[in-house]
């Protein structure tokens, strides 16, 4: 199970940082990923992290201003965001494995990010 939280409402500039607690598997042997969904649109993949927290992997529109982080040890995956446009503004969601092609059931449930002024 993945359980999202830590979204809202921001102005643009602003900054949050989004949680998503695992249970169930064995998280530190993951690939995990963020995806988002803003509305009408598909889902997109914004950011990756290996196992191990070696290797990190961002879109483009969002490296230098997101951060993917986990904590195996806590079974927590982060994401740190900051310099919010409201480009930014979807669907959150944590994934376990590579990005949008991973079946649902191994989505959370998603929270929601809103940038708007």
């Known amino acids: 199970q993945l359980v999202e939280s830590g979204g809202g409402m921001v102005q643009p500039g602003g900054s949050l940082t989004l949680s998503c607690a695992a249970s169930?598997?064995?998280?530190?042997?993951?690939?995990m990923s963020w995806v988002r969904q803003a509305p009408g649109k598909g889902p997109e993949w914004v950011a990756g992290?290996?196992?191990?927290?070696?290797?990190?992997y961002y879109r483009p529109s969002v490296k230098g201003r997101f951060t993917i982080s986990r904590d195996n040890a806590e079974k927590t995956l982060y994401l740190r965001m900051n310099s919010l446009e409201p480009e930014d503004t979807a669907l959150y969601f944590c994934?376990?494995?590579?990005?949008?092609?991973?079946?649902?059931?191994?989505w959370g449930q998603g929270t929601q990010v809103t940038v708007s002024a």
């Open positions: 994934v376990r494995g590579p990005g949008t092609a991973v079946p649902r059931n191994y």
């Open positions: 169930g598997f064995i998280f530190s042997d993951y690939y």
């Open positions: 992290i290996n196992a191990d927290s070696t290797n990190f």
